[in-house]
């Protein structure tokens, strides 16, 4: 039976997702444990941006100042440049154009800033460390149960399932195929502000293109630091994996014969991370009973328009209104979320995987075509859909059914 207090629920998973889905809930003042296999919690990656869609959620849940403090505004905005020579393609000014169209500004940060701020949302009871899920099961009643690797279970009214591409959770509820490698290879690494040549600290996200390859750079954690981002062919030996690593030797290969400055910041990195991009087809329903997913357990994103971070806190900003509305009935308040959120990344999924082909064109005709389009581009405008986003808006188009 639901409690007067509203459902108690269990969230798997204390990355991004999990804690924005913990923070959110709170806001509705409905209880909520985070359950995370790591014994302490941290979060890897390094870089991510933070665009309107994000921030406006950050300011609902009172960080948005404290995350700012830490992360960087990009005032000089995008630039996508042609590999060989920087030629400079495309050129956005984000200082006001952004807070203009979307009453919000465009951040980059270190994952682990975005961490620690949704962290302080959580109170020390709230979050359980050392604590892996095993197995994911629901009772005849309909009641989900969590089984750990120490030998504990809990059972909670709802179950959240936000721990990511090989979630537990996710192979309990849906029969869905295997996730795929891709084809492409990521690398990332760090080089310290004094290292970084004066382009690459610019407050700009700046995006390189050529055949088979791309790379990101924009400065973090308050300009400390750079970051980048690379894609490129996928190894046999390459792995899924956040802790990998490569060597700058291995790095610089895939970037061999483009613009020295760019090859330069290459050589500044520290040891570089090495991954597998993984590909899954978008799932057409993400819940059974009171059990549903969260950011990338529910929809694995390609990172090409750095949206991973972004919809899984929209997933729980909207999740948590839903159980909030309809406290007695969780299965109910799921299937709402579903309907609210799926169609929304899905798209997602879809033109993310769509971009690794445009990136990635060999010189020729079709490149060129594309690079002349870039002239007459706006994406900050072209992306309305995805910047102007506000979950309370959605909420209050639909009604229960």
Avoid: K
């Avoid at 709170?26 to 870089?47: C, D, K, W």
């Avoid at 996710?170 to 080089?191: K, N, Q």
Wanted: with cysteine; charged share 25%.
């Amino acid at each position: 039976m639901i409690g007067v207090d509203g459902p108690r629920v269990a969230i798997v998973g204390g990355g991004i997702g999990g804690l924005a889905a913990s923070a959110f809930l709170r806001r509705e003042g409905i209880p909520a444990t985070v359950y995370e296999q790591a014994s302490q919690l941290r979060e890897v990656g390094a870089g991510l941006v933070v665009a309107p869609n994000t921030a406006r959620l950050l300011r609902r849940l009172g960080v948005l100042d404290a995350f700012a403090a830490r992360a960087v505004r990009l005032d000089v905005g995008w630039e996508f440049r042609r590999w060989r020579d920087g030629t400079v393609l495309s050129a956005e000014d984000l200082a006001s154009a952004c807070e203009r169209l979307y009453g919000e500004h465009t951040y980059t940060a270190h994952r682990a800033d975005l961490l620690d701020v949704l962290r302080s949302l959580v109170p020390g009871g709230g979050l359980r460390l050392g604590e892996q899920c095993v197995e994911v099961t629901v009772r005849a009643d309909g009641r989900p149960v969590l089984r750990f690797a120490g030998g504990e279970s809990v059972q909670p009214d709802v179950v959240i399932g936000a721990d990511g591409i090989h979630s537990v959770v996710r192979g309990a509820i849906t029969a869905s195929a295997p996730a795929t490698y891709s084809g492409i290879c990521a690398f990332r690494a760090l080089v310290p502000s004094g290292r970084a040549p004066a382009f690459a600290r610019r407050s700009a996200q700046t995006l390189w293109i050529g055949p088979d390859h791309h790379l990101v750079h924009y400065p973090v954690s308050a300009g400390r630091s750079v970051n980048l981002v690379a894609f490129a062919p996928a190894r046999d030996d390459a792995v899924e994996s956040w802790t990998a690593t490569a060597t700058v030797e291995e790095f610089l290969h895939e970037f061999e014969g483009w613009d020295p400055r760019l090859t330069a910041l290459i050589r500044a990195a520290g040891t570089p991370g090495r991954w597998a991009l993984l590909d899954r087809a978008p799932l057409r329903s993400w819940s059974e009973g009171a059990v549903t997913l969260l950011g990338d357990a529910a929809h694995p994103m390609f990172p090409f328009f750095a949206q991973g971070a972004a919809q899984a806190i929209e997933d729980a900003a909207v999740l948590a209104r839903c159980l909030a509305d309809d406290p007695a009935d969780p299965p109910r308040a799921l299937r709402r979320y579903e309907r609210l959120r799926i169609p929304r990344t899905t798209r997602l999924q879809e033109v993310s995987h769509a971009r690794s082909h445009v990136n990635h064109l060999p010189d020729g005709p079709e490149q060129q075509a594309r690079d002349d389009s870039f002239a007459d581009a706006d994406p900050l405008v072209a992306n309305a859909w995805i910047y102007d986003y506000d979950p309370d808006d959605a909420l209050a188009r639909t009604s229960d059914t």
